[in-house]
């Protein structure tokens, strides 16, 4: 298995690097879009990312228009904000009508545009233009985009596609419950942008991937499914392969094994593309320094400068303090939130079997669209904890279904055709997840209800829809579910909802965790606990390399334990991978 080398990417001016959430999709674009700058090339690195990690890989603050980065000659960023593209697609839909109508019909556009559909829609605008901005193009050798978690990076490159079909089929002009008024006249930008990323000699696809086995599945769903939109000039780079491990070290040892069980086990359709890996480095890939060793040549430095800071030891708790704590304080939601690939699954479930053992009666569920619950538990019936998954496709179909048969019978033949219309709009399947969220919720009158959330970008859109969602339905369907008018409120009162945030104990994941608490707490709710998930310090491994990057964790433990958390557990890396009830049991001894 070759080293990944950005010189391997020829002359192709688009690429996208995606994977499952934690993979080092960032670091992966950042090193790569440095190195093409080092080589004399004019370089533009744009996140799409609602979580985006840029700013914090670059050490500066970013905005929706490229900037340059500070000693790298060549090289620009940026980010597309959705919030802040969603507020100037809002203000160009608006604008122009503020002082010229009634003050209730511009209250009554700005609630139709609040919703997350706007925000997408206002996202994939900008992704548009710079697809098809010949500026930019002439500019830049090299466009490289440092997309979302796997599941909102297929919404976003399947958007082309399915706003192109659904303004073909169009025979009405388009609705879409508002936020896609107008957009006929940007018909012919689209079909440009689907003929950019179909073309192989224009557009890459960089599937990133840990040596492990969810995210190379993850990979491996990714790459069939963009296959099937036809973008099918991709690799593979597995971020992260452990180079040589220490005899006699057991955590160095199942590190390395692990890996290589994952490696030899790739998936069949992986196999049939290239495959590349990177080195896995026990630092932080945040600076420029840092970024350019990623794709050096020279031996991996274990050199810490953190190995004597003390640590907190006194603030930090274990997993069954966590329990204990929501156990005793009778919460009926909890939900566990964080960036993609923190182990958010792991912590639902270990939270879940340990409520169960104390006899409560808990049900599981997932709002990520690349959930993990199946892989977490055999099949089987479990006396006091159940299972389920919202899943997009299916929830999108039902809903459509239940709209058509509350309305059908009331609608003439063209009515019944333009409401078909909407509901095949791309913007339905927010609502019907949404939907499906506030019935969930719904069931801890009866029940714990143990939430593993989406990455953090799409939470944050799922829970500001709550406030403005119930009004756009009671508008275009009369029908507001009690499920819906009382989530945000329930959310908001902590004898009800508690939330413990989960991170690893590095730089990129515990800023991403900050301003999720941030964000959060605009919101009303405040997170409970911080979860330190996967730490290799609290393994006492020996070898070396796995040292350095133990003694790293120190910095992150103690940020999060002094400054940011009212509460901090930690759970440790574990040598084996741990599946099922029985074994999740383990964590909570």
Same mark, same amino acid.
């Given at each position: 298995?070759? =080293?990944?080398?950005?010189?391997?990417?020829?002359?192709?001016?688009?690429?996208?690097?995606?994977?499952?959430?934690?993979?080092?999709?960032?670091?992966?674009?950042?090193?790569?879009? @440095?190195?093409?700058?080092?080589?004399?090339?004019?370089?533009?690195?744009?996140?799409?990312?609602?979580?985006?990690?840029?700013?914090?890989?670059?050490?500066? /603050?970013?905005?929706?228009?490229?900037?340059?980065?500070?000693?790298?000659?060549?090289?620009?960023?940026?980010?597309?904000? $959705?919030?802040?593209?969603?507020?100037?697609?809002?203000?160009?839909?608006?604008?122009?009508?503020?002082? =010229?109508?009634?003050?209730?019909? @511009?209250?009554?556009?700005?609630?139709?545009?609040?919703?997350?559909?706007?925000? /997408?829609?206002?996202?994939?605008?900008?992704?548009?233009?710079?697809?098809?901005?010949?500026?930019?193009?002439?500019?830049?050798?090299?466009?490289?985009?440092?997309?979302?978690?796997?599941?909102?990076?297929?919404?976003?490159?399947?958007?082309?596609?399915? +706003?192109?079909?659904?303004?073909?089929?169009?025979?009405?002009?388009?609705?879409?419950?508002?936020?896609?008024?107008?957009?006929?006249?940007?018909?012919?930008?689209?079909?440009?942008?689907?003929?950019?990323?179909?073309?192989?000699?224009?557009?890459?696809?960089?599937?990133?991937?840990?040596?492990?086995?969810?995210?190379? #599945?993850? &990979?491996?769903?990714?790459?069939?499914?963009?296959?099937?939109?036809?973008?099918?000039?991709?690799?593979?780079?597995?971020?992260?392969?452990?180079?040589?491990?220490?005899?006699?070290?057991?955590?160095?040892? !199942?590190?390395?094994?692990?890996?290589?069980?994952?490696?030899?086990?790739?998936?069949?359709?992986?196999?049939?593309?290239?495959?590349?890996?990177?080195?896995?480095?026990?630092?932080?890939?945040?600076? @420029?320094?840092?970024?350019?060793?990623?794709?050096?040549?020279?031996?991996?430095?274990? =050199?810490?400068?953190?190995?004597?800071?003390?640590?907190?030891?006194?603030?930090?708790?274990?997993?069954?303090?966590?329990?204990?704590?929501?156990?005793?304080?009778?919460?009926?939601?909890?939900?566990?939130?964080?960036?993609?690939?923190?182990?958010?699954?792991? &912590?639902?479930?270990?939270?879940?079997?340990?409520? &169960?053992?104390?006899?409560?009666? @808990?049900?599981?569920?997932?709002?990520?669209?690349?959930?993990?619950?199946?892989?977490?538990?055999?099949?089987?019936?479990?006396?006091?904890?159940?299972?389920?998954?919202?899943?997009?496709?299916?929830?999108?179909?039902?809903?459509?279904?239940?709209?058509?048969?509350?309305?059908?019978?009331?609608?003439?033949?063209?009515?019944?055709?333009?409401?078909?219309?909407?509901?095949?709009?791309?913007?339905?399947?927010?609502?019907?997840?949404?939907?499906?969220?506030?019935?969930?919720?719904?069931?801890?009158?009866?029940?714990?209800?143990?939430?593993?959330?989406? $990455?953090?970008?799409?939470?944050?859109?799922?829970?500001? !829809?709550?406030?403005?969602?119930?009004?756009?339905?009671?508008?275009?369907?009369?029908?507001?579910?009690?499920?819906?008018?009382?989530?945000?409120?329930?959310?908001?009162?902590?004898?009800?909802?508690?939330? &413990?945030?989960?991170?690893?104990?590095?730089?990129?994941?515990?800023?991403?965790? #900050?301003?999720?608490?941030?964000?959060?707490?605009?919101?009303?709710?405040?997170?409970? +606990? +911080?979860?330190?998930?996967?730490?290799?310090?609290?393994?006492?491994?020996?070898?070396?390399?796995?040292?350095?990057?133990?003694?790293? /964790?120190?910095?992150?433990?103690?940020?999060?334990? /002094?400054?940011?958390?009212?509460?901090?557990?930690?759970?440790?890396?574990?040598?084996?991978?741990?599946?099922?009830?029985?074994?999740?049991?383990?964590?909570?001894?």
């Amino acid at each position: 298995m070759l =080293k990944f080398q950005p010189s391997q990417i020829g002359q192709i001016p688009f690429l996208f690097f995606t994977g499952k959430g934690g993979v080092g999709k960032t670091s992966t674009a950042c090193a790569t879009a @440095v190195s093409l700058a080092d080589e004399g090339k004019n370089v533009l690195i744009v996140s799409t990312d609602p979580a985006s990690n840029l700013q914090d890989v670059f050490g500066m /603050e970013l905005t929706n228009k490229p900037q340059p980065i500070k000693g790298v000659k060549g090289l620009y960023a940026c980010n597309l904000d $959705p919030e802040e593209a969603a507020e100037a697609y809002r203000e160009k839909m608006i604008g122009p009508y503020r002082g =010229k109508l009634p003050e209730v019909a @511009v209250n009554q556009m700005e609630e139709q545009l609040s919703g997350a559909c706007t925000v /997408e829609i206002a996202a994939f605008d900008e992704f548009t233009s710079i697809l098809s901005n010949e500026e930019f193009i002439q500019k830049f050798d090299h466009i490289l985009f440092d997309t979302a978690p796997t599941g909102h990076t297929l919404r976003l490159l399947q958007l082309p596609t399915a +706003w192109n079909g659904y303004l073909e089929e169009s025979t009405h002009g388009v609705s879409c419950l508002g936020p896609l008024a107008g957009l006929n006249e940007k018909k012919d930008m689209y079909a440009r942008t689907v003929d950019v990323l179909s073309n192989p000699d224009k557009t890459k696809l960089v599937l990133v991937s840990r040596p492990d086995t969810s995210s190379l #599945k993850e &990979a491996e769903r990714a790459s069939d499914e963009l296959n099937d939109i036809g973008l099918q000039n991709q690799c593979l780079v597995i971020n992260g392969v452990f180079q040589e491990k220490t005899e006699g070290d057991p955590v160095s040892e !199942a590190f390395y094994q692990r890996q290589q069980k994952a490696i030899a086990q790739i998936p069949s359709l992986l196999r049939e593309i290239e495959i590349y890996m990177l080195p896995y480095v026990p630092y932080s890939l945040t600076g @420029v320094s840092n970024i350019r060793t990623l794709f050096a040549d020279h031996q991996i430095s274990t =050199k810490d400068q953190q190995h004597e800071l003390p640590l907190q030891q006194s603030k930090l708790d274990n997993v069954q303090a966590v329990i204990d704590d929501f156990s005793a304080s009778r919460a009926r939601i909890i939900l566990t939130m964080g960036k993609g690939g923190v182990g958010k699954t792991t &912590a639902a479930s270990i939270l879940a079997v340990g409520l &169960a053992e104390k006899g409560h009666q @808990v049900h599981l569920t997932t709002t990520d669209p690349a959930a993990h619950l199946d892989d977490m538990f055999q099949k089987g019936e479990l006396e006091r904890l159940t299972f389920s998954r919202i899943d997009p496709k299916f929830e999108v179909e039902a809903y459509k279904r239940k709209m058509i048969a509350a309305a059908g019978p009331y609608l003439d033949d063209e009515a019944l055709a333009y409401l078909e219309e909407d509901l095949n709009s791309p913007c339905t399947e927010e609502i019907a997840v949404f939907r499906a969220f506030a019935e969930v919720v719904d069931r801890s009158k009866n029940e714990i209800v143990i939430i593993d959330t989406a $990455p953090t970008g799409h939470t944050l859109l799922l829970l500001d !829809a709550a406030q403005s969602y119930h009004k756009e339905l009671e508008r275009t369907t009369g029908e507001v579910p009690e499920s819906v008018k009382e989530l945000l409120p329930r959310l908001r009162n902590p004898r009800e909802t508690s939330v &413990a945030i989960v991170t690893l104990a590095e730089a990129t994941p515990v800023f991403e965790a #900050k301003r999720l608490q941030e964000d959060l707490k605009r919101a009303e709710i405040e997170p409970k +606990w +911080w979860i330190i998930n996967q730490s290799l310090y609290a393994t006492h491994t020996k070898d070396p390399i796995l040292t350095s990057k133990a003694f790293s /964790e120190k910095t992150w433990i103690n940020k999060v334990s /002094e400054e940011l958390a009212s509460k901090t557990a930690l759970i440790p890396w574990e040598p084996q991978e741990k599946f099922g009830y029985e074994q999740l049991k383990e964590y909570i001894k």
